[in-house]
């Protein structure tokens, strides 16, 4: 692979301006679409699609489950729409109807009274009061009636069950606050280390590193105790505290981000008497948008999944807990009802996919840096 | 754009630093909060019930005055983090310390799946809780040696242990630590059938009486014996075309009901059921495999892998398939052996189950058995107050009643079983659970083994490989399960 | 008193003022991380680390004391730790170059200009990633399940009449480990969307009109400029599957199966530490991983001098 050095790129870019004028032909309208475009456009667009069904189709089978029955779940043969067995009331009993092929060739939809093996008695809804009637063979063999039946009373029974608001709420907060401290703290420490050369970086930033090479379940019971030691058991400052002095996976990933950025402006900004603090604000982080939201995202979605911090530290009292721990009580217990689990965990995700809805439109918009547009 | 960032910056951070001052607060409810707690716990028990009442009313803790020797009571390695069971143990904890100022007792509940870990934090940072439980012998075996002996207090307190039979307060008497358990809840085991697929199969029901006979369909009075459950269970074994594994045609692939359940959950159990063992042998370090246990082992792999009567590994595991843990909450299973806890879900099985004693081998019928207490953590710093608690949970009849125990002891055992049928609209013979408890496998299969946690570890391994792995050669497996027991034995460790 | 005209003083400070005072506000900028390390970090890593010398263990039967280098010994000799990284680097070996290239290829793939529609993508690409861990191994555990499961129904209605078992064939549990991981790569494209974001469009127009096509234009242009969060993924990458273990442990329920396939080195290390409860060794076994992680990162960070371009390097 061809070094791409610096000075080809300081070839390839003009030298941005600073503060004002715009570069020519970089802004304005796209040339037309060439019939080649229109062609790879379609392929392009079809393979995604493709690519995206096989990939979203188990949560297909998620979003159906979570109307259908636990009984229809339960059972083999059922139809994979939502449906339930359409019945016949029959001395306080409620018989499943079959299509039983009668010896006189015509076939009817009765109500399966009394299996047997080789024979069974069946009853006909048209006619309740005769006498059942008796059919040789395997009733297994026979097809049953199914009614299109979505049970949506499986989300409301979730929301009742898992006392919802409340623990959305905390889940909220929880993932708002710890979000806004890493991005705070992040950003900080990742443009120290990428943009300043100290005595003790590379060490510093290896050692950083090395934080995430063991595994929780390991440091989990001495970090605990410090916990423990300093009453912040049972509350909120375990997940949250920790969260303001930055971590290193999004350090790492910020200060990659950093040294992207040309330094060029950074001169500029200095040279017009920013001090790091500005330059940091008006020059790195609108060039930095993308990554700065990435981390939000990921931020974000972290804390709202997280179950073994929670689990450690806010056990003790229900009213703080999350969504997550709430889910993983309500599977443990309601495992007896497949259709509830999807239900809770399709009402789970709602949150974290508005909020990425919300940030995604930031990665449509270009990167302007008053001067070059990206 | 800077503007904006700035603006929207600050936004956040008010927000942030408002929800940051909404939660702290609810984590710390303040002393005067105890008054309405207590009210509220009242108003909530009228409301029987309806957990979507009961979590925002209760609140987790009134934190009790200072000077208040405070006892945490863990939750859950077996049973009670149901919401609706959460409920009711903080009400029981509130009552407690309404009547006993001076002490203040905090309930914790952690979902099941968590409970081990965060308890080994716990302890582990020297920060255990007091009373553990309900918890279960082998729940309790994780944790080995850091029990403590309750006998010093029993006596101290003259607590009667007389109300129950000797055989169950032995069974916390466990070699070299003392009593470190009191009986309270037991759960002895029979077997459940489904009464609609046998007559649907033309065979009689199964037997109420323990180690009696069982009339074949020709007339002829066997045995009701493993054997003779395994013919009935071929016949009660059926295909989607309504062929029976007896059958020529029968079609393995496509079985719809099934004929036989043992209780899968660990190998010491299935084996249990057959006769009871253990795999230390009398000299307290030898792996030994028990005979019986040995038969159980052929038995169940045959049931999956040859007669078809059992649902295989995978099967079991399914979630879509067998939601509720049990196959036979599917309800197209004839036949199960389990422990009366498994009522929690019988329900799914459908309206026409019933129990019936559980089969005999070579002449002798073991019924496996399960119990549930509370337990003191040896590193308690106020064993006294535990004590006090522990009397108090273990006498209030509303938390055995949620836990779905019957009494250890022995004159309330009737009018429990009595109280359970009310939830059943056919009439079960709850009798044969109660005649279940003389047949109790002792020693108790859950019995402590050294290296109790890596044993366990090593035989669901071979127990899960058994059940999706047809054709293997059982004897040699078991031969490869003892000798890596043995050697993880004497290596030492937990 | 220096004569004018004579040489300058050998002892010049090594920093000048200005990149003193550029170095004390590194420090600050740092200053975050540092106290965060020394707060909460600093202890419980040392503290693991003296684990290792002693018997530490939940039920303390014995006195707890020094043992010295038992842990180590132990270690060297426990056939099972060097079994179980095996296993872990079989899985690295298949997972970890999908985990680095399939996120950049869907990235790629979202970035076009050519694809419509590609804010819906997006968020439909990304949604699984949302998706609660061990719900997210129950729904794959559902597909990949060997009769019931869509994605064999789907081979065999494309022709191929024995699929693999996915998960009970100890050969191809681990492409069926990866599948199971596909969903987590949402992340991942984030990243690479991120980083895309932030190649100046002036390059790919200068290499258009240099006669460039699109895969000199990726091999030329999109991949050195995207080199520092490719080289951020792959360590990354590395480092997570050293540590994989908790979908074994949820699907499996750390019985290995099938066949001690799915041993892998963490989770071993999670069974020493709380299903055995033995400390000290759990401790040795994590600063095993923490060596070889370290390692394996150094020598990451060595190469990168050859491959990894960054246009911002501070001065």
Redesign the interface.
Known sequence: ????T?AD?ED???RPRLFGRRRAG?TGS?PPRERG?RT??FV??L??VV??AL?????L??VVYAVKS?DQ??Q??TPLWPADPVTFAYQGKELPLLVVPLPDGTIRQLALFE???KSSMFVDPAAPDAAPIAWQ?????LDQIWQFAPHWENFAKVW????YP?LLF?T???A??ST?GTLL?CT??A?????????G?NL?F??????????T??????????F?KLGW?????PL?I?T???NA?D???MR????????EM?EAAAIDGAG?FRTL??VI????W??V??VA??HL?YA??D??GP??YL??????QTI??G???????H????GL?QAG?LM??II??IA??FT??F??R???ITG??? | MERTIGRLGVLIAAAGLIFAACGSSTGSPAASAEPSAAASSEASAAASGEASAAPSAITAGSTGQPGDVNIVWFCCLGTGDAPEQVTVEEQVAEAFNQANPGIHLSFQAYPYTGARDALSVQIGSGNGPDIVGPIGIGGANAFHGQWLDLQPLIDKNSFDMSQFPTSTVSLYNVGGEGQVGIPYAVYPSVLFYKASLFKEAGLAEPPHQWNSTYTMPDGTKVPWDYDTVRKIALLLTVDKNGKDATEAGFDPENIVQWGFEPQRDDLRQTGAYWKAGSFVASDGKTVQMPDAWVAAWHYFYDGIWKDRIMVTGPQFLNTDFNPNGYPFFTGKVAMSENYLWSLYGISDAGDDWNMAATPSYQGQTTAAFNADTFRILKGSKHPDEAFKVLTYLLANQDLLKLYGGMPAVESKQDAFLQGLQADYTQTIDWNVAKQGIQFADVPNFESYTPAYNQTLNLINTFGTKWQATPGLDLDKEIADMKTQMQAIWDQGGN | MIAPGAARPRSRPRFSGLAWRRARWGYVFIAPWVIGFLAFTAFPMIATLAFTFSNINLNQAEPLQFVGLRNYQTLASDQRTWDSLAVTLKFAVLALPVGVCLPFVVALLLHSRHLRGSGAFRVLFFLPYVVPFVAGVFVWQGMLSADTGWVNGLLKFLGISHPPDWLQDPTWIYPGLVIMGLWGIGGGMIIYLAGLKGIPSDLYEAAKIDGAGAFATLRHITIPMMSPVIFFTIVLGVVDVLQYFLVPLVLKNGTGEPGGSTNFFNLYLYQNFFTFQNMSYGATLAWLLFAISLVLTLLLFRSARHWVYYAGEAR
């Open positions: 692979m061809a070094h791409v610096a790129l390839l870019t003009a970089t796209r475009d790879r456009s392009l667009t393979l995604a690519g995206l990939f979203l189709s188990p949560m089978r998620s636990t779940i339960t083999a043969g299996p047997g093996r063979g395997s009733w297994r063999t009742d069950l898992i006392d409340r905390n909220l907060a929880i708002v606050i806004i703290s900080l420490v443009y120290g280390f990428a943009r300043f050369k100290f005595p970086r510093l290896t050692l950083l590193i090395a934080t995430i090479f063991l595994p379940a390991v440091t989990i019971i001495p970090t605990y105790t410090i423990q058991v049972g509350t909120w400052l949250l920790p303001f002095f930055a996976y350090v790492f990933l990659q981000y950093f040294m992207t950025i040309p330094t950074d790091p604000i008006s982080l609108p060039q930095a993308p990554v939201i990435a995202i990921f979605v709202w999944n179950f073994f689990l450690i056990s003790s009292d229900p009213d703080i997550a721990l889910l993983q009580r309500f599977n443990g217990v495992y007896r009802d497949p689990i965990t789970t995700l974290p996919v990425f809805l995604q439109r990665f449509t270009g990167i302007v070059v547009e990206k």
